[in-house]
């Protein structure tokens, strides 16, 4: 898929803090000028926040996993259609609150389905786009649990079903997280979340900048 603008994503751990920096990125760029897209996944676009409440709902304990696998690429796929490829097209920067390497990472490792299917959907899903540059939001898998647990206890709300997967699947997301960052290093970039937000937001901008400038 041709395209023009900058397409940079952010990943990393449930509580990792990505969503505040992808934020401040946008302000960042905005504030010099360029028009930037922000987006989030699962979800997005009006079909894709539909999506979202069935991946996310803590009732909804029987989904299975390639059926959740499915779902994650079915908002994606209407993400990029809908959004992304032609906000791209019209060269602007697109931000996106996770994106196939979460799927990779939580479906493919997590889950066990195995990174050869997640990458078939990618390629019906997404026909070739991938990120210029990818920012993981490193932090381990009990310190995401804490902050996971301690955001869903301060505002309760049903959105917690991957949540409440166990310390071992987390472990395994972590692990597959540092794996494709060794695998990728030119693309998938390491930023330390546990430092403060404003080291984290420098360390954001050590990376973006060269390709904004
Ligand atoms: P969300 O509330 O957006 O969490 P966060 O702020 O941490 O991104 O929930 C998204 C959840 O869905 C998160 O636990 C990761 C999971 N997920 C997958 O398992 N596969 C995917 O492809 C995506 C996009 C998210």
Same mark, same amino acid.
């Given at each position: 898929m041709a395209s023009q603008g900058l397409f940079i994503t952010f990943e990393g751990m449930d509580g990792s803090g990505k969503t505040t920096q992808m934020h401040r990125l946008a302000a960042r760029l905005r504030g010099l000028g360029r028009t930037v897209l922000e987006t989030a996944e699962p979800g997005g676009t009006p079909i894709g926040t539909k999506i979202r409440r069935i991946l996310l709902d803590s009732?909804?304990? +029987?989904?299975c996993a390639s059926a959740e696998l499915l779902l994650y690429f079915a908002s994606r796929a209407q993400n990029v259609d809908e959004w992304i490829a032609p906000a791209l097209q019209r060269g602007e920067? $697109?931000?996106?609150? *996770?994106f196939t390497d979460s799927s990779l990472v939580y479906q493919g490792y997590g889950r066990g389905l195995g990174a050869e299917n997640v990458l078939a959907l990618d390629r019906i899903? =997404? *026909? %070739?786009?991938? &990120?210029?540059?990818? !920012?993981?939001?490193? !932090? %381990?898998?009990?310190?995401?649990?804490?902050?996971? @647990? #301690?955001?869903?206890?301060?505002? &309760?709300? =049903? +959105?917690?079903?991957?949540?409440?997967?166990?310390?071992?699947? @987390?472990q395994r997301v972590y692990e597959a997280y540092h794996a494709l960052a060794e695998r990728e290093p030119e693309r998938v970039k $390491?930023?330390?979340?546990? #430092?403060?937000?404003?080291? !984290?937001?420098?360390?954001?901008?050590?990376?973006? %900048? #060269?390709?904004v400038r």
């Open positions: 009732a909804n304990q +029987e989904l920067v $697109v931000l996106a609150d *996770r899903a =997404c *026909r %070739g786009l991938k &990120p210029n540059v990818t !920012i993981l939001v490193d !932090i %381990g898998a009990e310190t995401s649990l804490a902050r996971a @647990h #301690a955001r869903n206890a301060a505002e &309760p709300h =049903c +959105e917690t079903r991957m949540d409440e997967q166990s310390v071992e699947f @987390h $390491v930023v330390d979340g546990r #430092a403060s937000f404003d080291e !984290i937001e420098r360390a954001v901008w050590a990376v973006v %900048g #060269a390709y």
